[in-house]
């Protein structure tokens, strides 16, 4: 390997990869991520594995190249007005990468408030599109520290709807309800207990299960040994460092 290659792969990094991967074997699809390991790894995406997806600049320009994180596009692929951006987010052609206040083992997402919704402790970002988001098209989460208060046994605001909640409310939210994957900085979930709960996908190196599960507010399901999160390839070090972070903008994110 190179010179830059043997120096210590971080775990900014390793989220970075694991956040490109939710788009593996997809195409033809709006990616839109929110923060800068999610936007990093989208962009690793559309330049190794997954080179027909779309991206935008988050207003109203799909960009026909693949910048830096922190630099503006110098090519348009396209224009997107938001009457557009909805008739995609309708017919299911968009993944979102959302953040959240708390996350609970069904998946719902608070986004709004902390404490009694008529007299929060905290007022946060309101609902936004999470529940058009949710039960529209796929919907992953970027969390980048992993915690109690984060990862809660019941969210106190429902903004992003969970499997539970639309699974109750039937086939109109349930249809094209589809939650992928979770990823934070301690390692990678989906929704694949036997309830629809959320699931170890693996750990990220160094850390161990018992972590893990003393960092969430709930019992986290496993199938048995917790395989390790994969770590970037050489290629893909490469591109993260000298093309699409150069600034390091990850580590901010991601403090080693």
Not at 47 to 67: F, K, Q, R
Not at 156 to 163: A, I, K
């Amino acid at each position: 390997m190179r010179g830059w290659a043997m120096r210590e792969i971080t775990t900014a990094e390793v989220a970075v990869a694991a956040c490109s991967d939710l788009f593996r074997g997809q195409a033809e699809i709006l990616a839109s991520p929110a923060g800068i390991v999610p936007t990093v790894g989208v962009r690793l995406a559309l330049l190794t594995h997954a080179p027909d997806l779309m991206i935008s600049d988050g207003e109203s320009t799909i960009l026909g190249d693949v910048p830096a994180v922190d630099r503006p596009s110098t090519v348009s692929a396209g224009y997107l007005p938001y009457r557009e951006l909805f008739e995609l987010i309708a017919a299911g052609r968009r993944h979102v990468v959302m953040g959240g206040a708390q996350l609970d083992r069904m998946g719902n997402q608070n986004l709004s408030v902390i404490g009694d919704h008529a007299k929060p402790a905290r007022q946060l970002l309101g609902t936004r599109a999470a529940a058009t988001n949710t039960v529209n098209h796929t919907t992953s989460y970027w969390i980048a520290r992993h915690s109690r208060r984060t990862f809660v046994e019941s969210v106190d605001f429902v903004t992003g709807v969970g499997n539970d909640r639309a699974c109750a409310a039937g086939p109109a939210a349930s249809r094209f309800h589809r939650l992928h994957r979770v990823v934070t900085n301690l390692g990678v979930f989906d929704f694949s207990a036997p309830d629809g709960g959320m699931a170890v996908v693996s750990a990220h190196p160094g850390v161990s299960f018992d972590e893990i599960q003393a960092a969430t507010g709930f019992p986290l399901h496993t199938a048995g040994t917790v395989p390790t999160t994969r770590l970037p390839d050489e290629r893909e070090l490469q591109l993260i460092r000298e093309v699409l972070d150069p600034r390091k903008r990850r580590e901010d994110e991601v403090p080693a």
